[in-house]
């Protein structure tokens, strides 16, 4: 399956996502390399960030965001938890360097007082799941390798604390945080001395071949509607599977049970409009039940990606404080 950012000829019809990505009938593929977000970066000088490969083979990098005054000073400053946030796009758009993920990180990084961690991982269609699950898994990974290392990279060595790791998603990378949260465990043991103490679900993207109330009823004028959603599916499940998919339906028939699976504590967030609003506050409800750590935060009358795409809003505001509130409580 090959990418092109060439338009093949007219005749041919095509799927799109975004703006961005064309899927043609005759199985090309074109990607813009323009972000479906035209939004201006908002720096102001009180974050430093840089890019890293942490997977040469598959050519991905993360993007690494800190408050500056540890840079200005890193041996007088306190270690910082790391935050994790691994961008959405239903699987199959989606980047690190879109502005929009780089003005959150900038907030996240600022207001969390937190070193951020924004990995890449390989989309849809050309790399169809779990290709993204493993993407996630190597990002952790490549942490543990910096924790380890004989000759670190001090940027980060300086200011993480990497007892005090939290993996947050943001749709899409909500679903990878949820699959890595079952994966790797409580106390992450496979990873070292890196301990991941919690995970925070930003409107997980999960699915189902029953829909829920808020799928089905759902605005056509959705920001993220179901046409939408059902496309993205349909260009990221393996061939041949359907969206009660183990790693797209946690309750699914081919699911494994997670009653009997430890969990580190976990944070569902949604907004009260989003058509993935039901999925979440079942996951919720149903982890709950089992006994798991789980908190449930929904915003009234807020669509997907609220945070994300209206940073300044009274909602996204009101989010940063719970978000504060469930790292301090989860910190060793």
Known sequence: MSTSTTTPPNTLSYEECRGVLRVYSDGSIVRSPNPSFDVPVLEDGSVSWKDVVFDPTNHLQLRLYKPAATTRSPSSSKKLPIFYYIHGGGFCIGSRAWPNCQNYCFQLASQLQC?????????????????????????????????????????????????????????????????LAVRFGPGSTELGPVRVRGYLLLAPFFAGTVLSKSEAEGPKDAFLNWELIDRFWRLSIPIGENTDHPLVNPFGPFSRSLEPVALDPILVVVGGSDLLRDRAEDYAKRLKNWGKKVEYVEFEGEQHGFFTFHPNSQAAKDLMPILKRFITENSS
């Not at 849809?124 to 990279?153: S, V």
Request: glycine share 6%; proline share 6%.
């Open 115 to 179: 070193v951020v961690v924004s990995p890449d991982y390989r989309l849809a269609p050309e790399h169809r799941l779990p290709a993204a699950i493993h993407d996630g898994a190597a990002a952790l990974q490549w942490l543990r390798a910096q924790a380890e290392a004989d000759e670190p990279d001090t940027w980060l060595t300086d200011v993480a604390d990497f007892e005090n790791v939290f993996v947050s998603g943001d749709s899409a990378g909500g679903n990878i945080a949820h699959n």
